[in-house]
């Protein structure tokens, strides 16, 4: 079983849904998960979480949410080496804003391999144009993450 830290961007809700729906595939298959609006790094670094997934949606002109900004500060600035911890992102985001399609995914993703985090599965863009129900495609990369990234 393995416990894993799931820090939420959100502006309007839908990332924190694909969140909660994550967390029940994850204890279905017998792991915990622990999710977090508020995340930080002392939060992530605190208990004994075997894997980060962050679930964030992009906002402004290719901006993280405000609610998930003070964690990607602290990413930068206190500089928490992952020593090869298993991470992933599932990023939410709209095509038609072109340039900056799920930037904000993109901006936690190179933070986390700039701090020597493993991504067993690329980060996943999930298109509101294109999906009505984003949780079941989190759902769809989640099967394939989870044995990679918790074995
Ligand atoms: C004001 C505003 C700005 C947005 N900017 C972007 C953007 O720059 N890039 C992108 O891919 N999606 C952008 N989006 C789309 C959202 O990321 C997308 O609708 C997402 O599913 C919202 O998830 P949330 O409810 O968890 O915030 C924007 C949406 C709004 C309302």
Redesign the pocket.
Known sequence: MANVYIP???????????AEALATVLAESGHSAVLDSSASVEKMQSDQFDAILVV????????I?SNLIPFYAQLEDLFPLQNGRPFGVI???????DQ?????GALMEEKLYELQGVAPVPRVT???TETQT?DVDAIFWLREWMPKALS
């Open positions: 939420i961007g959100t502006v309007s809700g839908t990332a924190t849904a694909v964030t949606s992009t906002t402004g002109q290719g901006d949410p990023s939410l985001g709209d095509s038609s804003y900056t399609f799920c930037n904000a999930i298109d509101a984003p």
